[in-house]
């Protein structure tokens, strides 16, 4: 097989497969259950299987990779609807520290360490179990801690202050582009944009991003060149 032959199956193959993580869903590596895991394992195995053999036909290598795709997104519909059968695939949560109280038990049957809970609990900030009220491991293996009233952060609420709405900024500029569609729908055009930006003495091309809040306030970053007066 030629060059050329490879690079057709590599692109090939490349994309489908963007195609098929894609139908998979936006759940990140660290949050896949168990099934979702030993998928990925068996789809990069087969993507790199018609890569490096000549013998194995591409479309061989393709129907594997579609079945095991729609596969997984039908048992994700299916386990979406059934409670009973997402906790037989996925399992449950397991409460590891309840009122500050270690349950031995559950870190017994999960095989989860106190190395493994210390560092988690490190991670979050937290030194003293007893500082937590709830520690949870999820299906996915993460750690979700919930800390006694009294260690929490204070809140505005707490000290019953109000406070501004805060919205996402709208970003009305990115890479020197004008974001036309975003200042739509704010309700604002293009002419107020280069009226803003050129107070600020700038044009859109020497602008790396400006984003409105929703308080009004036009924060601009210049482009790096901009900055070292290139």
Known sequence: MDVTA???????IYFFLLVVIRLMGKREVGQLCPFDFVVAIIIAELAA????????????GVVPLLTLGVLEVILSLVTFHSPVLRKIINGHP???IENGNLCQEEMKKARYSLDDLL???RDKGIINISDVEFAMLET???LSVIPKSQKRPVTPEDL???TNYEGLPTVLVMDGAVQGENLKQIQLDENWLMDRLKEAGLNPRKVFLATLGSDGQLDIVKDQEEKEGK
């Open 49 to 60: 299987i018609p890569l490096v053999s000549k013998e194995i036909p591409l479309l061989h």
């Open 160 to 162: 019953h202050l109000e």
């Open 94 to 96: 397991q409460v590891i």
């Open 119 to 121: 560092s988690h609990l």
């Open 6 to 12: 490879y690079i057709y199956r590599t692109v090939l």
């Open 140 to 142: 996915c293996g993460k």
